[in-house]
């Protein structure tokens, strides 16, 4: 008996080697842009991975039968953050995915002194912890002690690739260390800083578990980071999307001249955060997208050449 033929659609592609296939799935997944009514195929040693956006080329997938559409949501290893606190569909996003063990839904915004959230476990395990795999590294998490977002994956390694071997870094606003991390395979330094207890304390564990030796996790101020180290950095990390504006006069005077800092921001406009920076020593400014945060708003990136 003759099987039915499969059905087939043209979309927007990603080609990947399959070596790195799983990787970016999930990182694609992870930033919104994964077609997931498509199934990704094999070419040639390369993955195809269908996209509704910014692929590099057309291709002919297969669609998925009985597609079950999942709510909104964001994943972190084996957690879903979702965006609307709706039980039944976090019990049926809690089944599409087998490696979930719990959804959770957000009740505060990022808040404190800390920058933490507090979340409402609607569906699964009752826990806030979780493992996060992210370019080979291993981190361990708990969103209850300290933020961490999963899409700043590309943009971690969009530093790394920028930066030359033997490089000190600083990392201002640290968290449970992911951009340090990142940074550490090609750096000869890395001070990772941050003023949450809980996260500097994941931080060594993570830094511990992906056998880091050339990082000093410090619990601080970044405010006082000045009065304490007596070094220059060759790159500066400030990941404070609401709060780094206020500490450019420490990155700067942290950052040795021809270094470079990298000032991540949320704004509604375009060069929103230039008349800041300009007060300061500049050779060059880049501004990037990363990705939409909210309605109106974007989280972007200022690549700061020192002057």
């Given at each position: 008996m003759r099987m039915a033929q499969e059905m087939e659609k043209e979309q927007w592609a990603c080609r990947v080697p399959v070596t790195s296939g799983e990787q970016t799935r999930q990182r694609l997944a992870r930033e919104g842009i994964l077609d997931q009514s498509l199934k990704p195929r094999v070419e040639r040693g390369h993955l195809l991975i269908p996209v509704i956006k910014d692929g590099s080329e057309r291709a002919l997938f297969v669609v998925r039968e009985h597609r079950t559409e999942v709510p909104r949501h964001e994943l972190i290893g084996g957690i879903a953050i979702m965006l609307d606190n709706d039980l039944a569909a976090a019990e049926a996003l809690l089944?599409?995915?087998?490696?979930l063990h719990t959804v959770l839904f957000p009740v505060s915004d990022v808040e404190g002194e800390y920058r933490t959230r507090r979340f409402e476990v609607i569906a699964g395990k009752s826990t806030t912890k979780t493992t996060c795999i992210e370019y080979g590294n291993r981190f361990l998490i708990d969103l209850s002690l300290a933020y961490f977002s999963a899409r700043l994956s590309t943009e971690r390694q969009r530093i790394v690739?920028?930066?030359?071997?033997g490089e000190s870094?600083?990392?201002?606003?640290?968290?449970?260390?992911?951009?340090?991390?990142?940074l550490a395979s090609k750096a000869a330094l890395v001070v990772a800083v941050d003023i949450n207890p809980g996260a500097v304390q994941l931080m060594e564990q993570n830094s511990r578990l992906n056998r880091i030796q050339r990082m000093l996790p410090f619990l601080a101020d970044a405010s006082h980071i000045?009065?304490?180290l007596p070094w220059k950095f060759d790159r500066v990390i400030m990941n404070h999307p609401f709060g780094s504006l206020s500490f450019l006069p420490e990155a700067f005077r942290l950052c040795?001249?021809?270094?470079?800092?990298?000032c991540y921001v949320v704004e509604a406009n375009e060069g929103e955060a230039l008349p800041a920076i300009m007060k300061y020593p500049v050779t060059e400014v880049r501004e990037r997208y990363i990705r939409s945060y909210s309605p109106g708003r974007w989280h972007a990136v200022y690549d700061i050449e020192v002057g």
């Open positions: 089944q599409s995915r087998p490696s690739a920028q930066m030359k071997e870094v600083l990392d201002m606003f640290a968290g449970i260390g992911p951009f340090a991390i990142s000045g009065k304490v040795r001249p021809e270094g470079t800092i990298h």
